[in-house]
Structures are given as C-alpha cells and as structure tokens.
C-alpha cells in the first residue's frame, strides 16, 4: 500500500530555513578533508544557480547543517541539486554507487523578524561539534574549516562570498566586519561553548529542543501566516484530490477546523464562547470531517466529548436521522456548504 505523500515545502523569496541531512542508515558522508572540500565547492554553485545566500553551516561526519536564505523559493530544487550532486561526486571519487543521503532533508522555516529564533538556529548549527563532544573549548570549535564559526569569528580566514556575516552580526547589535566585531562574535561563541560544556547544558538543551522539532520556529505571528501559506497550499491541493501529511499539515488542518467550527456554529445561532449541545455538535462535527483532515479523536476532544467513540457513534446517527427528519435537514442545509479556508 502506497502512503500518503509527505508534506508540500513552504517555499516564498526571502525564507529562512535551517537544513538538516544525514548519511544513509547514519554513514558518514565525509570521509576525509578532501569531501569536505568537494561538498563546500558543491554548495557554493548551488548558492550561484538557486540564488541561495548561507548564514551559518557545520559539517558533522554523518550528516551537515545549514543555515540558508532563499532569494528565489527555490528551496527544492536547490536542496535536489545540492544531494544529487555531492552524492555523484563522491561515489565517483570513492568509487560507490547507490544512495548517499537517508529519504528525505528536514528543512525547519525560521522567523528572521522577531526575537531570537534566528540567533537560536545559528548557535545551534554552530555549537553541534561541542554538543557532540568534538570539541573541549571554543577556541577548538572556532579554529574548525567546517563550521562557519571560525570564518565568521575571522578565526579561519578566507570567508567565501556566499557566507554572509550581516544576519549574524546583526543579532547582536553590530554593523561592520571589522576586528572588534569579528572578536566579539567569536567570545560570544566562547561563552556559548562554555556553556554547553558546563553547567548551562541543561537549559541550552530545552532551547534546543524547540530547533530540532516541529516544521516552523518563531513568533506567533510568524506561525499563523506560515499556516495560512500551508493552508492554501492544501486547498490547491484538494482541488487536485491530493493528499499530504506531516506536523505542519496536521498543525494547518487543525488551525482551519478550528475556524470552521466557529464559522458553522454562528450559522447554527450559537455566540461566541458558547457551548454547542445536542445534535447541534454531530452537526458541526460531520462538517468538519468532511472539510477537513483532523482525526476523530482531536475533534471530539475539541467539542468537550469524554471519548473519540462517543463521537464517531453520534456522526454514524446523524446520517441515519438526516434520511427521515425534516428540521434536522434543514439545520444541516445551514452549514454543509461552508468551506474550509
């Protein structure tokens, strides 16, 4: 039995995301400096073709970070390019074939407006070798070619064009890439490193947490319109009668269940705040299994029912009653043309 397709990449000119891909079945995908060489040649000519512009980045043994911008929403093809690229030229050079990368990269979309999620995402890239006990002070972490940090703290030099320093810097109030901000970034860095290695591990660890789960990192604001790109994604897709999963699908499906809800109960006669009761709920609970994708069981919980059964059993009921009773025909005919949106 063939799946449901995974979810659709949010891709708008301007979005941040933080990329993540591993090694086939964890395998290393650097074996020596001369990989590490070839994968950043190979990003580079991504950056030139899909106009992407690199924040931050580390090479792990197994796997890689990015911190990317894309000028143009081309995430995809970009990423596509990128994979299939390095992974032909290293099975060239070692003389392998088949897959070097596992199914498919995570790409978390970041809010670069509001707060800290940026800085959050690009210590987090940055601090992955001390995390994975690599490294046992800053200065280790920052004298490495394969993590942005050192460039940026001027520590390694060369920077490449395509790693940008004005995002960065940005966050913590500087600039200009002059010495003094050059030191500063790198004993931010220090501090960082210290505490990973210290006693701040735990509290980094719950920050941390919000990176590496979930497909969106942000301010609320920065949610509700990341759902709403989401959102009319899948309307276009259920014209199409494509179907997608994933956190950000559910997160969406969820969101526009919730406004489906109110929009059929104020039809129905019910202010806001107020309880729907009776048969009023297999009502609003049949329209939403119709317009949306949300389980039984989160729907029951959202209309204060003890059990996803009890709800399943009143919508099966429902139909039955809608064969023969003319007033409930006529509640129904209120709301069964409204529309997920």
Same mark, same amino acid.
């Given at each position: 039995m063939r799946g449901m397709p995974r979810a659709p990449r949010i891709e708008f000119?301007?979005?941040?995301?933080?990329?993540?891909?591993?090694?086939?079945?964890?395998?290393?995908? #650097?074996?020596? &400096?001369?990989? $590490? !060489?070839?994968?950043?040649?190979?990003?580079?000519?991504?950056?030139?073709?899909?106009?992407?512009?690199?924040?931050? #980045?580390?090479?792990?043994? &197994?796997?890689?970070?990015?911190?990317?911008?894309?000028?143009?929403?081309?995430?995809?093809?970009?990423?596509?390019?990128?994979?299939?690229?390095?992974?032909?030229?290293?099975?060239? $050079?070692? @003389?392998?074939?088949?897959?070097?990368?596992?199914?498919?990269?995570?790409?978390?979309?970041?809010?670069?407006?509001?707060?800290?999620?940026?800085?959050?995402?690009?210590?987090?890239?940055? +601090?992955?070798?001390?995390?994975? @006990?690599?490294?046992?002070?800053?200065?280790?972490?920052?004298?490495? @070619?394969? &993590?942005?940090?050192?460039?940026?703290?001027?520590?390694?030099?060369?920077?490449?064009?395509?790693?940008?320093?004005?995002?960065?810097?940005?966050?913590?109030? +500087?600039?200009?890439?002059?010495?003094? !901000?050059?030191?500063?970034?790198?004993?931010?860095? $220090?501090? $960082?490193?210290? !505490? !990973?290695?210290?006693?701040?591990r735990e509290e980094q660890g719950e920050r941390w947490g919000a990176v590496r789960e979930g497909w969106c990192y942000g301010s609320e604001g920065f949610r509700v319109e990341m759902r709403e790109r989401m959102r009319r994604m899948l309307v276009g897709a259920r014209r199409v009668e494509e179907k997608w999963s994933g956190a950000s699908v559910g997160e969406t499906e969820e969101a526009m269940a919730v406004e489906l809800m109110g929009r059929a109960m104020k039809v129905l006669g019910y202010g806001a705040g107020e309880e729907v009761v009776g048969v009023d709920r297999y009502l609003v609970g049949r329209l939403v299994r119709e317009q949306t994708r949300v389980g039984v069981g989160w729907l029951a919980g959202r209309m204060g029912m003890k059990t996803r059964g009890s709800l399943a059993v009143g919508l099966c009921l429902l139909g039955k009653r809608l064969e023969s009773d003319g007033e409930l025909q006529k509640r129904w005919k209120k709301v069964k043309d409204l529309q997920a949106c």
């Open positions: 000119a301007g979005a941040l995301y933080h990329v993540m891909n591993r090694g086939n079945h964890r395998q290393r995908i #650097f074996a020596d &400096n001369q990989d $590490r !060489e070839m994968f950043l040649a190979t990003l580079a000519e991504t950056c030139k073709a899909a106009g992407w512009v690199v924040h931050g #980045f580390v090479l792990m043994p &197994n796997h890689y970070h990015l911190l990317i911008e894309t000028v143009r929403p081309t995430l995809v093809k970009g990423m596509q390019w990128l994979n299939s690229t390095y992974t032909l030229r290293y099975n060239a $050079r070692h @003389k392998q074939r088949g897959h070097l990368f596992q199914g498919r990269y995570k790409a978390l979309l970041v809010d670069g407006v509001e707060g800290d999620y940026f800085l959050t995402v690009s210590d987090y890239i940055h +601090m992955n070798p001390a995390r994975a @006990k690599m490294v046992k002070s800053g200065e280790e972490l920052l004298g490495q @070619k394969w &993590n942005s940090a050192g460039w940026l703290a001027g520590v390694v030099k060369g920077r490449p064009d395509w790693l940008r320093w004005e995002r960065v810097y940005g966050e913590l109030g +500087m600039e200009k890439w002059g010495v003094r !901000e050059r030191k500063r970034f790198g004993a931010h860095m $220090r501090r $960082r490193v210290e !505490e !990973e290695l210290g006693s701040g």
